[in-house]
């Protein structure tokens, strides 16, 4: 059973900067594809990123293009999403997940474990 644990959210102003960090314990935990999705109060759970498990291949949702980089350390086993130019509409609980055998999926269905989240509010 792969086990997720995030770590790095908080409280930043508009512009600041978030790194968020996703540690991945359990058999086989470094050859998940390990995407990020959040989810804000009332909406429904979003697609931010995914990375391959090589680490060499990433996509981006359209509002976070530019602004977030998606990256891991398989000897960490450890994901991590570096979160710049913050704004209030990315305020969510993020939540870390990995798959097994879906690969860049942005349905959160396609994924087999999740993290227990972890907030992350930008102040204007």
């Known amino acids: 059973q792969v086990q997720l644990v995030e770590s790095g959210g908080g409280l930043v102003q508009a512009g600041g900067s978030l790194r968020l960090s996703c540690a991945a314990s359990g058999p086989s935990s470094g050859s998940l594809y390990m995407a990020w999705f959040r989810q804000a109060p009332g909406k429904e759970r979003e697609f931010v990123s995914v990375i391959s498990w090589r680490g060499g291949i990433t996509y981006y949702a359209d509002s976070v293009k530019g602004r977030f980089t998606i990256s891991r350390d398989n000897a960490k086993n450890t994901v991590y999403l570096q979160m710049n130019s913050l704004k209030p509409e990315d305020t969510a609980v993020y939540y870390c997940?990995?798959?097994?055998?879906?690969?860049?999926?942005?349905?959160?269905?396609?994924?087999?474990?999740w993290g227990q989240g972890t907030q992350v509010t930008v102040s204007s």
């Open positions: 997940a990995a798959s097994n055998s879906s690969p860049y999926a942005r349905d959160p269905l396609k994924y087999d474990y």
